[in-house]
Every structure is written in structure tokens, then in C-alpha cells.
């Protein structure tokens, strides 16, 4: 092996350090061995490089990759997804690492490396992870640098300056082309990711459901508005209408569950004006989606159930934003169907003796809906029924009975369930509606950040005449919980927060570090909507907007501009101080009469001597040509001056 | 053999013929040559191509996931490729390269050329550049506004002039995706002289004389002491019992019969090819040019008066070196 294409010995510890730092950030996806691998063999391949280890044999090599295949296959079942595909990649990474003793094998690692940062977009777009990723970057362009340094040349610490001068040059180009670049859909369709360990609302509601969300500090979605926020208590974020109870248990009704005359959406009527925000909501993995009651998008891909709820057709596996259009006023569905008030009005019957019979005797006295319904509502208010996070837990499946009449403690599916049944029995349609309640005010961008506390359920009941009338029980019994938000309420209560140790929500109290962590909150909002979010419909949108129109031929403008910005002072500076040797006056003699020669057709060959180029002139010219005298000349003269340098001894 | 020459062969002829002119037009041989735009290439290496390979499936994965940060890096990566051209490029930019010194060799040895790599800007060096031979290479890094001396080897094998292949300066600093590259043709030559024989008893007339014989004389003359060995020196002069020694090759000195004034004559070798005789004579002149004496040269077209000396050794190498060969050559 000739030396120049050994490996350089610096630019192996720059390797080993970009391998580590671009696996580091996928080690919620990957099992722990991996990592386990990526050590054992940037350890042994310093041995290698301290002489104190073997490169292992051929063999031993095709044993370790097999192993690692088979490993990878007995942590995840499969080779078909999103996060084998990552893992089987970061294998294969930590092993070449072993056996990178070429040059080229340097380059591959980094090549490696700038798609494994890639890959980790896929699972993670938010601000730290890119800066992780400029970072990983950085490093991979430094490690690129010190293998084309000459194995001599001292460790003088100016590779990482030069790797980031010249990303940084990099950068205005790059806008450019972000901007311009059509986004088309995808060509062929790819592994998603399996989504394991995502906290967020199930398509289901049983007790003890949401309480589990309340101790999550987790971002559900930020709304950004584009006018005045409503009041707190007006932020009802609807996501989940549960119609079907089954086994104890509320569910969504499915599309194909509905008879062919109930799956068209009943339009209402919209008055007034009506607010507009853009909502971008955190991966779910489900394919529903929030906004204020009743609310319309205009964003592709978001349709409208009969329920009245926003839904996708594939789950959500990245941050997903969409703009909504919400009227207050607008009454769902003034008429009901027979089939959808049967459907609305089922409980079944049996299940709950004690309240059915406390209901029977209570809408006797109320035989109107609102009285009874206000009846409900008064009746949690008066009697000691407590708000709280940590409820103790009722299995049986008389839990109407249970709760009404012996814990009467309970969150907020406790009380909706509670009421959507008794509602039933009484004959009211009425379903649960679970979705965010409230949220936090970042008056830095007009936004509402949703976290998953905020989760909520609450009931819709059906009122002739009007449709579909929000109530909500929790309210009945702690009002604060709504006018405040829950954080009011439960602070300091155990399991509060109690799985966002870490998070900078605990810290609101101290007025700086609030202040900051709203400036950042801002901050991740913009770079969701505008970096994130960056679709088809907004570029055509911000084009437009900056152009007037979309003409080709001033984007091919703009791109190239951006390059002459960027590239002819990037030239003049790089040139600045070189300086051009200036040919000997016989040199320079010499070359404007082959030039002339060149003319009638006797040009120098590469690297003819000038001897030759005038013997060839004599054969080919006439004699006594005042062209080939002057060759003469201007040979002899250079001779003359470069032929003391041209032997020794 | 032109006729006979297909038209694509022809073809080809012209196009290559056409090529080396365009080539000597964009880069004239010189002594010093000045890397000027014009005579720098620049070309995607293999690991640039593997490098857009790569690019691609980060581009396949953006569009496939419809993710704009993966867009983002492919850009930005892309971007600095087109950065790395002018680095890559102004890092051979007016690079200046001399050829400063040529060493005169016999056959069969390496010529060493050497030369000087200066750097006119005192803010930016030229980093990893490679001078490159077909059997000899060599990677430097000239600091900012400084310079360095490398010599390159090439192997020779006849006598006469030798010009120097063409030299392919090269770097793929800083990023290893692009290469630039240039060639250059130098306007210095090695002198190669004609490969020293010791001469045959049965053909020449020197023999007879006693001051060349070594062999059965040897015994007579007196060891006067030892010297540095040489090239051109008989084997059987070496000192080889030191050299087993683990000494430096010395040559055993002899004192001689101080002679007259020598005429080394081509007409005098009875017998021999062209190139014997001249490697004979070559023997001879470094024979007498070791004992300080004046000799003169012969050759069918030439003559040197006496004289002795460095200088006089020299020129009758010289002239031996280059004996024969077209007018136009001997330069």
C-alpha cells in the first residue's frame, strides 16, 4: 500500500469522534447494543492505532457483520422500517470504522455520517436537533479536511476554522435553493417510524385515561393566531368525538361503521366573524386532529368527519401544521336522524341500578332537557365531589354507581363519562368530546402552546332547535380548572408533571427564566411554521408574494446571483496578495512569435523545446522569412540566458 | 504507416495532434512556470462522485419524507461543493514552480531534478500539493509567502539529453471532492553521460602504456593513500576490506609515473561499437581527471585542446555525453 492512501492517523480520531457524535442522537430508536458496538470498536481501532491490536482477519469481520444483522433482527423482528433500516445503517457504520485503514474508507465513513444526519431528521425536526445536526455537520467537513492534509504538516487547530468558513460560505446559496427548490410529493412511498413511546389522547376513553396525560410537560400542539386569543374558557380544542360505548369504554365511531345516508357531512351555517389560526401539532401517530368548534381547513389533506372533528388519512408522523378557520356561533347539526339519535341516546341498561334509578326520579322532577341537564350540573356542584389527578381507581363495571355515590373523586373523563350516561339514561343524546382545554398564552408571538396536561374531556349535548351544545362538568365542579387552567389547580398536587422532571415548564416561576423559555418557545413556534412547514402552498404563497409571480427564468436568475454574490468576492479574497511571475523578456519574446507561428499554422506542441520549434519553422518556412530570423534570434537569446542553470556537474 | 493508418486511427492522430497544441498553447514550457488560471484543471474526484452519490439518496430521502431540514443539509452540502471548487482551486492558484537544478548522470541512474515551489501571497499557503512523475511523487506544502525545494527522480537510460517528462502538479486539498490539477513541461534537461567501461586491453593502444595499467603494474606502484570513492571507479581499486568494515566505499590511491601530456583519440580504438568507444574514453577522462592531469579529446567531429581540471572534465563529458546525436540536440 503506498502511504498516501493510508488512512492519515489525525484524521482517525476525527473520525471516530463524528461516528460517535451522529449515532448519539438516534439512541431513542436504536437498542442499547449498539452502542455497545460503536464503543467496542472506536476501542479497537485505537489499538489498531496504537499498535497494541490486530486488524481482525476477513473472516472475522464477515462473522461480526452477520452477528450484527442478526442481532438487529432478533431487537426488532424485521428489516422492514424506519428504525431497523437506521440501526442496520449505524451497524454497518461502527464496523467499517473497524477496518478504515484506506483513505477511502475515511471518505465513506463521513459520507456515512452525513446521511445518518439525515436520517435523524427524519425522526426529529426541531431547533436543538438541527443545531445538533449544523454541529455533527461541522465536525464531518473538519474530518474531510485533515485527510487532505499532507502527512507532514503540523496540527495547527485551523481544520475546524476552515470547515466552518467554509460552510458558513455555503449558507446564503443554500437559502437560496431552499426557497426555490419545487417541493414535490413523495416519489415512492417509504418506512415510517413505529412511533413506540409517544405520549399523547388514544382513540379511546376509558377512566384513568387522560389522567395519565397530566403528567406530561410534552408540547401537544402550539396555535399561532392571527388576531385577538380568546379567553381561556373559550379554548375548547376538539379532537375526538366518543359516540360508541362499548365494554366499558368510548370510542370513535369508524366511517365504515356509519350507514351510507350518515356519512354526508351536514354543513352548518357560519355567522359573523370567525377566527383564524394555524395549528402545528407535535407527532401523534393517530389521524385526527384539533381546532376550536366549529372549525374549517383550507389546508391540503385535512378533511371533515360528520362529526364535525378534522382528520388525515395517514397517521401523523411528523409536526404537522395546518391553518383553520373556527366559527363560535355556528350551531352542528340542528337535526338529528333517527339513526344518529339512537345512536347518541344508547347506554345500556342494567349496569349502573343506583344511578339509573337516581336519574328516573330526577328527570321526573325535570322533565325539560335544560332544566335537567342544569339539574346535573348543580347537583356536582353541591355535593363534595373533588378534581383531582390521582382518583382512586374503579374497575368495576358499575362505574357510574361507584363514582356518583362512593369516590365522587375524579378527573376530568370521570366526571364526562359520569354525565354522558346519566344524560343517556334520561334520553338526551349527548356524547363525550375529548380533546386540549386551554393552553398557554405566549403573547411573544400571539401563540397558545397546548401541552399534554391540558388534556380534557368534557360533553356535547343535543338541544333541539340549536344542535350540538358544549357542556362541561369538570366545570361544574372546579371552575378554575377552566378559568385558569389546570395548572392552577393541581400545582403541587402528587403526579402533577411528575414525568417532566426536567422540563422548563417547572421553572415559570422565575420570571427570567419564563421569560426565556416563552423567547423560545416563540422561537420553535416560527421555526416549525416557516422552516418545518415549508410546503408546496407556502412557497408559491411567499414567492408570489415577493415576486408578484412565478417566473422560471428569474428563480434560474436569483440562484445564480446568489452564487455570483457569494463566489466572485469568495474568488478575490482568496486571491488577495498572489501575485503572477512574470516571464524573462526573452521568454516572453519567444512566446509572441510562436503565437505568430501558430497563426500560419507551425504551433508548438505540448512541450516541444525551442530548439525543435525552430527547426520545424526552418523546414516549413521560406528561406530568409523575417518570422523565422526573428525565431532565430529569440532562440539563441534564450538559450543564452537559461543554459548556465541547465547542467552541472 | 500513415496510409496504412485506418481513418479512426487517423482520426485519432489529428485529434491527439490537435490536442498537444492546444495543450502547448495554454501551457508553454518554460523555467519557471506560474500556475495561472489558464493552466489549472479542475475536475470532480472519485470520492466527489461518490460524494454526489451521496447527495442524491439525502435528496431521494428529502423528497420521499417531504422533509425540509433534509432538504436543508442537501443543500447546504451541495452548496459547499461548489464552495470547495474555489478552494480547491485557489489553493494551486500562482503557485510558482522552478526547475533550479538538474544533476548530470550516467545511464541507468536516477536523474534528480529539483525544484523550488514558491508561494507570492503572504496570507495563504499552498497546502498538500503533489508533484507527480510516473515512478516519483511528492506532497509539500509551501507556507505563505515562503518556499520550498523538492527534487524529483527519474530514471534514464541513455546518454544525451534528457528531457524531462511532463509533470502533473495536483491537489485535492481542502475538501478531497475536487481535484485541480495542472501539467507542466520544464525548458531543463539532464545531461546524460555515456556509462564509464574500463577499457579493453586487446583494443586499445592505452594499455601498452604503463600509467593505465592496473593490473599486472598494480604491484610496483606505490599506495599513496585513499580517497572518497567515485562514480566511474574500477571495482578493483575500492578499498573493499574497510567497506566490510562498515566504512564508506574509499578508492586506493597510487602513486604514478607523472606522465606527459595525454590525447585521448577516437582513431586510436581499433575495434569497439560507437557506444563502447565512447564509454571507454568517458573511462579514460575520469581515469586521468582523478590523477590531476591535462588531457585533450579526439572525436570524429570535435576536439578539446588540453587542459585538466573540473572544468575540462566537463566538457569531455559533454562532448562524449552528446557525440553523434542531431546537431539540434547538442544545444
Same mark, same amino acid.
Given at each position: ?52 491490536? =490486530? ?6 469481520? #464477515?462473522? @461480526?457483520? %452477520?452477528?450484527?444483522?442478526?442481532? *438487529? +433482527?432478533?431487537? $426488532? ?81 485551523? =481544520? ?6 467554509? #460552510?458558513? @460560505?455555503? %449558507?446564503?446559496?443554500?437559502?437560496? *435553493? +431552499?426557497?426555490? $427548490? ?468 | ?331
Amino acid at each position: 500500500m503506498i502511504v498516501g492512501e493510508q488512512l492519515p492517523r489525525r484524521s482517525l480520531i476525527w473520525l471516530i469522534v463524528c461516528q460517535i457524535a451522529v449515532m448519539l442522537p438516534h439512541l431513542q430508536q436504536i437498542p442499547f447494543w449498539i452502542v455497545v458496538i460503536y464503543l467496542a470498536t472506536a476501542l479497537w481501532r485505537l489499538q489498531m492505532f496504537r499498535q497494541r491490536a =490486530e486488524m481482525p482477519g476477513r473472516w472475522l469481520r #464477515l462473522l @461480526l457483520g %452477520i452477528a450484527g444483522a442478526t442481532l *438487529l +433482527f432478533m431487537s $426488532f423482528g424485521t428489516f422492514i422500517g424506519l428504525e431497523p433500516m437506521v440501526a442496520l445503517l449505524l451497524v454497518a457504520a461502527a464496523l467499517k470504522l473497524l477496518e478504515a485503514i484506506r483513505e477511502r474508507d475515511g471518505y465513506l465513513l463521513v459520507f456515512l455520517g452525513f446521511f445518518i444526519c439525515v436520517t435523524h431528521f427524519i425522526f426529529t425536526q426541531t431547533l436543538p436537533a438541527t443545531l445538533y445536526s449544523v454541529f455533527c455537520t461541522g465536525l464531518l467537513v473538519t474530518a474531510l479536511v485533515t485527510l487532505n492534509q499532507s502527512p507532514g504538516s503540523r496540527c495547527s487547530g485551523h =481544520e475546524p476554522l476552515l470547515a466552518l468558513k467554509m #460552510l458558513a @460560505l455555503a %449558507i446564503p446559496m443554500m437559502v437560496v *435553493l +431552499f426557497l426555490l $427548490f419545487p417541493r414535490i410529493g413523495p416519489i415512492w412511498s417509504v418506512p415510517s417510524t413505529s412511533g413506540q413511546g409517544m405520549t399523547g389522547m388514544s382513540d379511546f376513553l376509558r377512566p384513568g385515561a387522560v389522567t395519565k396525560l397530566g403528567r406530561s410537560a410534552d408540547v401537544a400542539f402550539r396555535a399561532g393566531f392571527a388576531g385577538v386569543i380568546p379567553k381561556k374558557p373559550a379554548l375548547y380544542w376538539r379532537g375526538l368525538v366518543l359516540s360508541k360505548f362499548e365494554e366499558g369504554t368510548w370510542r370513535t365511531l369508524q366511517w365504515r361503521e356509519l350507514p351510507g345516508s350518515e356519512r354526508q357531512l351536514v354543513a352548518p351555517e357560519t355567522i359573523g366573524d370567525p377566527l383564524r389560526y394555524r395549528v402545528v401539532l407535535e407527532p401523534t401517530q393517530q389521524r385526527w386532529l384539533y381546532g376550536i368548534a366549529y372549525a374549517e381547513s383550507s389546508t391540503a389533506g385535512v378533511y371533515e368527519a360528520v362529526d364535525y372533528r378534522l382528520g388525515v388519512l395517514n397517521p401523523i408522523e411528523f409536526q404537522f401544521g395546518y391553518d383553520v378557520t373556527s366559527w363560535g356561533t355556528a350551531g352542528l347539526q340542528p337535526s338529528l336522524s333517527d339513526w344518529r339519535r339512537g345512536l347518541e341516546t344508547d347506554f345500556p341498561k342494567g349496569l349502573n341500578p343506583l344511578t339509573e334509578a337516581w336519574v328516573k326520579d330526577l328527570r321526573n322532577q325535570f322533565s325539560d332537557d335544560r332544566d335537567f341537564v342544569a339539574a346535573l350540573l348543580n347537583y356536582f356542584r353541591m355535593q363534595p365531589f373533588y378534581y383531582t389527578l390521582e382518583p382512586p381507581e374503579i374497575l368495576s363495571p358499575d362505574f357510574v354507581d361507584k363514582f356518583m355515590f362512593d369516590s365522587r373523586r375524579g378527573f376530568c373523563e370521570h366526571y364526562a363519562y359520569s354525565f354522558v350516561a346519566m344524560l343517556r339514561m334520561a334520553g338526551i343524546p349527548a356524547r363525550i368530546v375529548a380533546g386540549y382545554q386551554g393552553g398557554e398564552v405566549n403573547p411573544l408571538n400571539n401563540t397558545v402552546v397546548v401541552r399534554q396536561f391540558d388534556a380534557h374531556a368534557w360533553a356535547e349535548i343535543w338541544v333541539g332547535g340549536a344542535g350540538w351544545q358544549r357542556v362541561d362538568p369538570t366545570a361544574a365542579v372546579a371552575p378554575s380548572r377552566i378559568e385558569l387552567g389546570i395548572e392552577a389547580v393541581l400545582d403541587g398536587q402528587p403526579g402533577f408533571l411528575s414525568d417532566s422532571v426536567m422540563s422548563a415548564y417547572r421553572f415559570r416561576g422565575i420570571k427570567i427564566l419564563n421569560w426565556m423559555r416563552l423567547r423560545y418557545d416563540a422561537l420553535a413556534f416560527g421555526w416549525q411554521s416557516f422552516i418545518v412547514g415549508f410546503d408546496s402552498t407556502r412557497q408559491i404563497d411567499l414567492l408570489k408574494d415577493w415576486f408578484g409571480e412565478i417566473r422560471v427564468s428569474w428563480f434560474i436568475a436569483l440562484l445564480l446571483g446568489s452564487w455570483a454574490g457569494v463566489l466572485i468576492p469568495l474568488m478575490l479574497w482568496l486571491n488577495r496578495g498572489r501575485r503572477v511571475h512574470r516571464l524573462l523578456p526573452e521568454e516572453q519574446r519567444f512566446s509572441a512569435l510562436c503565437l505568430r507561428l501558430d497563426q500560419r499554422g507551425l504551433g508548438r506542441t505540448f512541450g516541444e523545446p525551442p530548439l525543435q520549434t525552430l527547426r520545424r519553422a526552418r523546414r516549413h518556412l521560406p528561406e530568409g522569412d523575417a518570422l523565422y530570423l526573428a525565431l532565430e534570434h529569440a532562440v539563441a537569446d534564450l538559450y543564452r540566458r537559461t543554459r548556465s542553470a541547465s547542467e552541472g556537474p | 504507416m500513415l496510409f496504412q493508418a485506418n481513418p479512426k486511427e487517423r482520426l485519432k492522430n489529428v485529434l491527439l495532434q490537435r490536442y498537444r497544441r492546444w495543450l502547448g498553447r495554454r501551457l508553454p514550457a518554460a523555467r519557471t512556470i506560474t500556475l495561472e488560471q489558464r493552466r489549472l484543471f479542475i475536475f470532480p474526484s472519485r470520492q466527489g462522485f461518490l460524494f454526489a452519490v451521496t447527495l442524491l439518496l439525502m435528496l431521494l430521502t428529502a423528497i420521499n419524507y417531504q422533509n425540509n431540514l433534509a432538504y436543508g443539509l442537501t443543500f447546504w452540502l451541495a452548496m459547499l461543493f461548489i464552495v470547495a471548487v474555489h478552494f480547491t482551486h485557489a489553493n494551486l492558484l500562482k503557485m510558482v514552480i522552478s526547475s533550479i537544478r538538474v544533476k548530470s548522470v550516467y545511464p541507468g541512474q536516477q536523474a534528480e531534478f529539483v525544484f523550488r515551489i514558491s508561494c507570492t501571497s503572504a496570507r495563504r499557503g499552498h497546502h498538500a500539493v503533489k508533484l507527480v512523475w510516473p515512478d516519483s511523487e511528492v506532497l509539500v506544502d509551501v507556507p505563505a509567502g515562503g518556499e520550498v525545494e523538492v527534487s524529483l527522480r527519474h530514471k534514464v537510460v541513455a546518454r544525451g539529453w534528457f528531457d524531462p517528462p511532463k509533470l502533473r502538479i495536483e491537489s485535492t486539498y481542502p475538501l478531497g471532492l475536487l481535484r485541480c490539477w495542472s501539467f507542466a513541461y520544464f525548458d531543463s534537461r539532464a545531461l546524460v553521460w555515456p556509462r564509464p567501461l574500463e577499457v579493453d586491453r586487446r583494443v586499445s593502444p592505452y594499455t601498452e602504456n604503463a600509467s593505465y595499467g592496473f593490473s599486472e603494474h598494480e604491484g610496483l606502484d606505490d599506495l599513496m593513500g585513499f580517497r572518497d570513492y567515485r562514480i566511474g571507479d574500477a571495482p578493483r581499486l575500492i578499498d573493499w576490506r574497510s567497506h566490510a568494515r562498515g566504512l564508506p566505499l574509499q578508492t586506493k590511491l597510487y602513486s604514478l609515473p607523472v606522465d606527459e601530456d595525454h590525447w585521448l583519440d577516437w582513431h586510436d580504438f581499433s575495434a569497439g561499437s560507437v557506444e563502447q568507444k565512447l564509454s571507454w574514453l568517458c573511462w579514460l577522462v575520469l581515469q586521468h581527471h582523478r590523477r590531476g592531469e591535462s588531457f585533450g579529446l579526439r572525436l570524429p567531429s570535435f576536439e578539446l585542446p588540453l587542459a585538466a581540471g573540473d572544468r575540462q572534465r566537463d566538457l569531455a563529458l559533454r562532448a562524449l555525453a552528446l557525440h553523434g546525436l542531431s546537431r539540434g540536440e547538442v544545444g
